[in-house]
């Protein structure tokens, strides 16, 4: 069985997604593409032999069209869920699910109403190999009852347009779920601090930037977010428990030897380094999709959480103070 795909966003991540899935996932066909430049939808579109629909809500009622996946500017993204929803078609929503809590839970809502799964949230960490094995020590108990984690989001640089909040909307966002799902707990404060600023910055972005947050269990997780450091995209991730710790590996790469030296390329860019997990995520996903198996990739309930952390984590940036983080009663449903 061949998987019907309409996508809505033709910018840089759905080209990379068209391409994902006209050359690399198998079970799955784009049929048709969506975005506000219809120009720029009909390039993407000839990746994958695909139709030009000029709006999302004719994607997302198209006959060819079985499950979609949002690409689109995240503000856009809640009503794009919810229609695919009333459709009764699967939906596949890059980060984030909301840029609104409110939202979130109306998603919660129509999804429970539903009856059954049809939101998945684009956060490919949990496909990495390496968290994938982190995930099985600390399940296993390897560690111990994690205590702390320590966490690095680098980027060499941003463009002018990044501004301070986006440290935790749009970067940490990624160590908020990965913390979330690695240590099966849900945050309940947040604490931004801002150490010595970088000169490599744009005056009006604070960078670095150090997030600092607790568990309902008591664990701590701080979370340098650093987005002009020149060097590389550099994630690290250490989970601290009772008997051990646990580290995310650095990228399988060669180390050179010579000129009295020795040493690895850093990797430059995210889709460099997190290329294999997106294959993974979309390749789960389609087989999901195929076989008519529940939806097991990060739900609605996984988006919503995100956002409701990256929200307040803007609160404690602006505010200075350690703003508290108050998810609604996780439903049954997203057990």
């Avoid at 988006?303 to 998810?327: D, H, K």
Wanted: aromatic share 6%; proline share 5%; net charge negative.
């Amino acid at each position: 069985m061949t998987i019907g795909i309409g996508l809505i966003g033709a910018g840089w991540i759905g080209e990379e997604h068209v391409s994902r899935l006209t050359n690399v996932i198998t079970g799955a066909r784009v049929t048709a593409v969506s975005d506000i430049d219809l120009d720029r939808a009909a390039k993407v579109a000839a990746i994958a032999g695909a139709r030009v629909i000029d709006s999302p809500e004719k994607l997302i009622d198209d006959a060819e069209v079985d499950a979609v996946v949002i690409t689109s500017w995240g503000p856009v993204h809640a009503e794009q869920v919810l229609a695919c929803i009333a459709a009764g078609k699967p939906v596949f929503c890059e980060k984030p699910l909301t840029t609104d809590a409110a939202d979130g839970l109306r998603i919660l809502e129509a999804e429970q109403a539903h009856g059954s799964r049809l939101v998945q949230v684009g956060f490919m960490r949990r496909y990495d190999a390496g968290y994938r094995q982190m995930k099985q020590i600390i399940d296993a108990g390897g560690v111990g009852a994690p205590l702390m984690a320590h966490c690095a989001h680098r980027n060499p640089s941003v463009p002018e347009s990044y501004h301070s909040g986006m440290a935790t909307l749009d970067t940490a966002v990624h160590e908020v779920d990965a913390l979330r799902w690695l240590l099966d707990d849900e945050f309940v404060s947040v604490q931004v601090v801002k150490p010595r600023s970088t000169s490599k910055r744009f005056e009006h972005l604070t960078d670095p930037q150090i997030v600092l947050l607790e568990t309902a269990a008591g664990a701590r997780i701080d979370v340098e977010v650093f987005v002009n450091c020149q060097y590389g995209y550099d994630i690290q991730c250490e989970v601290v428990g009772e008997t051990g710790t646990v580290r995310l590996p650095d990228p399988a790469t060669p180390v050179v030897r010579g000129a009295a030296q020795a040493g690895f390329a850093v990797v430059q860019d995210f889709p460099s380094r997190f290329a294999a997990a997106f294959d993974v995520e979309l390749q789960e996903w389609t087989d999901s999709l195929n076989s008519d198996r529940a939806l097991a990739g990060p739900s609605a309930w996984d988006g919503y959480a995100a956002t409701v952390v990256t929200n307040a984590a803007v609160r404690a940036l602006e505010s200075g103070q350690i703003v508290p983080i108050e998810l609604t009663e996780r439903p049954a449903f997203y057990a």
